[in-house]
């Protein structure tokens, strides 16, 4: 069966076979000339213990652009496998050969203006936004060690990238350094999940399963490859943005975990989802403040009206221009595609939802889907105005996220921890997955600390929109007291076999901005 989650959201030729010839290992015969399965073991997904996998991938829009400022400002709590160039739908390079391309319905299909075939699509000869990304973090990295432990070296992070499929729209006839790579870790022992991030295309991920395919299909390994590679890998994508899932990754792959994540609030669509007590988050005035004007990435975040393009003349990139109208810019030969904005003001982040539910901030949200967290979830959640929301299930975090993201920029100019704020400790006492009983009364203890001695708050609740469980049920909590805060509630007696309560801590520290961390308790019951 597939797993598809969404969140509301050249082919290789095979060796030569000698006949007869063969050699004996592990119990298996293996014919002399066919390559070697990797040992398979058992893959589950998981909280594991330690930082989770990831390869990303970003094709040369602004919102990837500004999407990997902050991954690299959480760099520190990922084990990044890989930083690879991609293509999409919108952006693609070419051979370099003068191949024309085209595929119809995109973008320069719909504009009427007879631009395409093509021999590329909005992307710069010798695009290097990544590593330019990378070389301001090597600024900003000698003061990001004194906030927080687990950076990696830019030397390190500079030599993880790499070209994927970025020749042609969705083409996945030939390998590329970034699919070598993903084949290579899809394949390798390491244990727990490999969290596949793109906020492009997925060719470059779906090239690599073809080739895996490809070498093993026609082998007695193949279904414990197969079995192994659709357990290892999650596919976390905003959309399917070259239709490679739907017209390769899903048919043949039907049982690897694709999570949907695309979401409103990180897009270019923000003002539109934004909760109105946030809307100042995307103003001119606090982006200014907060980040484009700070530190070595500061001035790297695209803004309304910053006089910049990531493709010169690229029609669709209208966003660095200030004082004038939509008119002018369409006598200009821009496509004015979304409203304009105050100069300085939030333009998009899109693809961060791609990777925000596996940040270690207590949620642990990247174990299901369907839990949710900063980057939304598999479902939707009831808003303020009690109506289900597919919006509200990212919205809902967008302050706290903001804050802390502001606190990380503010890490980068300074090596003195005194100086800035640093995020609670919030943790709860015992195992965080419990079997529980109906009826049953369960007590928990919380513990909720700040590095920085600032005072902090502590609240329970019950995030019913990620529950199984239908109902609510009555907390009684205790007040913070010394760092400690203890919960106590009675499992409802009609609690059915396999519904699950999700119980969360949530502390924040006291301050203009605050900054919020959780510990996420889930109940299973067992009748």
Known sequence: MRRTVALVGRVLKRAAIPALVVLVTCGTALPVGAAAAPAVDDVRHGDGGGKPRVILMHDPELDDQNTLIRYLLYSNEFDTEG?????????????????????????YDRIGRDICPCTSWRWKPGERFIHEAVDLYAQA??????????????????????????????????????????????????????YLLTGAGQSTIARALKSIKDQYEQTPYWPEIY????????????????????????????????RQMATTIWGYGARRAVLPADAELLSAEWTSANVSGVGPFGPFYRVW??????????????????????????????????????????ISEGDTSI??????????????????GWGGRAGTDVAPDGTASANYASTRWFRAAQHDFAARLKWTTTRRYDEVNHEPDVSVSGPLDRDVRPGQVVTLNGHVTDPDRNAVTARWWQYTDADTYPGT????????????????????????????????????????????SYQRVVLTVRS
């Open 355 to 372: 990777f925000m539910n596996l940040l270690d901030n207590g949620l642990r949200a990247g174990t299901d889907a369907s839990w949710g």
């Open 227 to 258: 079995r192994k590679v659709s357990q290892k890998a999650i596919i976390q994508s905003f959309g399917d943005q070259d239709d490679t899932y739907a017209k390769y990754i899903g048919p043949n792959w039907p049982d690897l975990e694709f």
């Open 83 to 107: 930083l690879l160039y991609a293509s999409s739908g919108v952006h693609w390079a070419g051979d370099g050969k003068g191949t024309k391309w085209f595929v119809p319905g995109r973008e």
């Open 305 to 346: 009206g910053d006089g910049k393009q990531m493709v010169p003349d690229d029609i669709f990139d209208f966003f660095g221009f200030s004082g004038v109208t939509a008119e002018q810019l369409r006598e200009k030969g821009y496509v004015v595609w979304t409203s304009l904005q105050e100069k300085g003001s939030w």
């Open 141 to 194: 990295y000698p003061n990001l060690r004194t906030h927080a432990k687990g950076y990696p070296s830019p030397r390190e992070l500079k030599s993880k990238i790499l070209d994927g499929n970025i020749e042609f729209d969705g083409d996945i006839s030939k390998d590329s350094p970034g699919s070598d790579l993903i084949k290579r870790k899809l394949l390798d022992n390491e244990p727990g999940p490999l």
């Open 473 to 516: 049920v009555e907390l009684a909590q205790s007040r913070l007291t010394r760092g400690l805060t203890q919960v106590r509630l009675q499992i409802p007696r009609d609690a059915a076999n396999g519904q699950t309560i999700h119980l969360i801590l949530q502390g924040a520290e006291d301050g203009t901005q605050p900054l919020t």
